[in-house]
T-cell receptor, first 115, second 114 residues
Framework: GAGVSQSPSNKVTEKGKDVELRCDPISGHTALYWYRQSLGQGLEFLIYFQGNSAPDKSGLPSDRFSAERTGGSVSTLTIQRTQQEDSAVYLC?????????????FGAGTRLSVL | GENVEQHPSTLSVQEGDSAVIKCTYSDSASNYFPWYKQELGKRPQLIIDIRSNVGEKKDQRIAVTLNKTAKHFSLHITETQPEDSAVYFCAASRRDTGRRALTFGSGTRLQVQP
């Protein structure tokens, strides 16, 4: 694929339900990032993967949020017991980490609406 | 942690005029400063970036300047066109640590009036 792919593009769920968001990075990119963008706001960092490990999880807002990455490729962000304040666009980015100055390329995001 | 402030939050210019967006950062160890453009409903796209070893970088109508002493950097768009209308985000990161995540400003909505 040419770019970062995210699915679903839209997700509507009821408060209290669990959701899974998927990110497929650019082939060969070892670094993967999750960000959250609330309406009219900037992007807020959630978690960073290098390969399958997550050296930085400092942005996860609560223990309801978790993420994993398998095979150094696809990542899944899981939100348990969703709350209305979880409504946002969840963006994934990947980079090659070939050097210090790797550019992050973003996916189109998953728009999550919690009713 | 890093904190990035961005101003103004909205900016309206006439086609052909210049636009300037300013950001300040708090972590003196930050050394990478990208700018992203996000059109309505689209993904953020990198338009230009600057590294801490240079003070200015130019790419056609877009330029970015960095003042490490004052910890601020700016985006300059000259000869603005209607297609420049979008939200622009500045960001900062430390590229030489295990935390490569970007800290973003809150965004500037640029409107170019034809």
């Amino acid at each position: 694929g040419a770019g970062v792919s995210q699915s679903p593009s839209n997700k509507v769920t009821e408060k209290g339900k669990d959701v899974e968001l998927r990110c497929d990075p650019i082939s060969g990119h070892t670094a993967l990032y999750w960000y959250r963008q609330s309406l009219g706001q900037g992007l807020e960092f959630l978690i960073y993967f290098q390969g399958n490990s997550a050296p930085d999880k400092s942005g996860l807002p609560s223990d309801r949020f978790s993420a994993e990455r398998t095979g150094g490729s696809v990542s899944t962000l899981t939100i348990q017991r969703t709350q209305q304040e979880d409504s946002a666009v969840y963006l994934c980015a990947s980079s090659s980490s070939q050097g210090k100055w790797d550019i992050q390329y973003f996916g189109a995001g998953t728009r999550l609406s919690v009713l | 942690g890093e904190n990035v402030e961005q101003h103004p939050s909205t900016l309206s210019v006439q086609e052909g005029d210049s636009a300037v967006i300013k950001c300040t950062y708090s972590d003196s160890a930050s050394n990478y400063f990208p700018w992203y453009k996000q059109e309505l409903g689209k993904r953020p796209q990198l338009i230009i970036d600057i590294r801490s070893n240079v003070g200015e970088k130019k790419d056609q109508r877009i330029a970015v300047t960095l003042n490490k002493t004052a910890k601020h950097f700016s985006l300059h768009i000259t000869e603005t066109q209607p297609e420049d209308s979008a939200v622009y985000f500045c960001a900062a990161s430390r590229r030489d640590t295990g935390r490569r995540a970007l800290t973003f400003g809150s965004g500037t909505r640029l409107q170019v009036q034809p």
